[in-house]
């Protein structure tokens, strides 16, 4: 039974993506084609480093569909994609990062298109459509935690899940609704043991209504799985960084004004999460392996939380 590369769903016959799926993502209903291979894409990546708008450390193109919808092309500037293959120094990222973003979606975190493709010589990599673009090319603005806390990207580590509020409240639009959507986002991340869930991960957007809220989530991963060691959260949460457990997320809730009801039921939603989360894990593009490692990591971080 073949899998859908973006939903993670079985699709017919032997097919790699659901029509759906793939105008969802690229807007016509076939794969555009790749002609990129992934020895030349790390020098691509290499040279578009500092010119794009997207921090990070690991391997990324930026690109754009062809007037015709049929193929990619690299785009330094003014492109609609994000393109990352899989790194070499960790297996399976571009798999990783697709599943951890799909297990996102599933517990009703805001994320944006996304999927796997095969480039030419057959390697895996990951594809999300930038949430900051608009069809007409209108970039939105967006202003990241860093930025908004006037902090040094250095300092992308030097801040807390109470800082994040504060930003917030600060900042957000609409706070209240703001705060319960980053409360879920915390929450997810420390559930599937993301420790790179840093304030450069976390931004506002400025929708065309002139609103100031939380963009989609992005940049998501189970950073565990590549370094086994990573069990602490990036940005601590009253004071801690590991070992969290119910306790502790009421008393963030409480710190964010979240009342104890509201609070309570977003963790139970987490914890409901659970059974639907592992049969996403079993479809995913993981190995074997991995796929027991992840499973076994969201069972223990859900008992920590009942």
Not at 90 to 96: C, D, K, R, Y
Not at 143 to 165: A, T
Not at 279 to 306: G, H, M, W
Request: glycine share 6%; charged share 25%; net charge positive.
């Amino acid at each position: 039974m073949a899998i859908c590369r973006i939903c993670l769903r079985p699709t017919a016959g032997s097919r790699d993506y659901h029509s759906d799926c793939l105008v969802s993502l690229f807007g016509a209903d076939s794969l555009p084609r790749m002609d990129i291979e992934l020895r030349n894409l790390m020098g691509l990546a290499a040279e578009m480093a500092g010119k794009m708008s997207i921090s990070g450390v690991q391997e990324k193109v930026s690109l754009r569909l062809s007037d015709d919808k049929s193929c990619f092309e690299i785009a330094p500037a003014h492109g609609r994609y994000i393109l990352k293959p899989e790194p070499s120094r960790f297996a399976f990222l571009p798999q990783n990062e697709h599943l951890t973003m799909r297990l996102a979606e599933l517990v009703g975190i805001e994320v944006p298109p996304f999927g796997l493709v095969e480039l030419k010589d057959k390697a895996i990599a990951y594809v999300i459509k930038r949430f900051d673009r608009l069809e007409d090319g209108t970039k939105l603005q967006v202003e990241d935690f860093c930025q908004l806390g006037e902090k040094p990207m250095r300092d992308k580590y030097q801040g807390s899940g109470e800082l994040c509020v504060r930003i917030l409240r600060k900042y957000a639009s609409e706070p209240l609704i703001e705060i319960r959507k980053l409360f879920k986002m915390i929450l997810f991340s420390w559930w599937v043991s993301n420790g790179d869930q840093h304030l450069k991960n976390f931004s506002l957007m400025r929708t065309t209504e002139g609103r100031w809220q939380l963009a989609p989530a992005y940049d998501l991963l189970c950073t565990r799985l590549p370094i086994p060691s990573d069990h602490d959260l990036a940005l601590p949460v009253c004071g801690k960084r590991s070992n969290l457990g119910r306790r502790l997320w009421l008393d963030f809730a409480a710190y964010a004004r979240i009342p104890e009801r509201a609070a309570v039921r977003l963790i139970q939603e987490q914890i409901a999460a659970l059974e639907p989360s592992l049969r996403v894990i079993d479809a995913s593009f993981l190995p074997e392996e991995l796929k027991s490692q992840y499973r076994d990591i969201v069972r223990q971080n859900t008992e920590s939380l009942r």
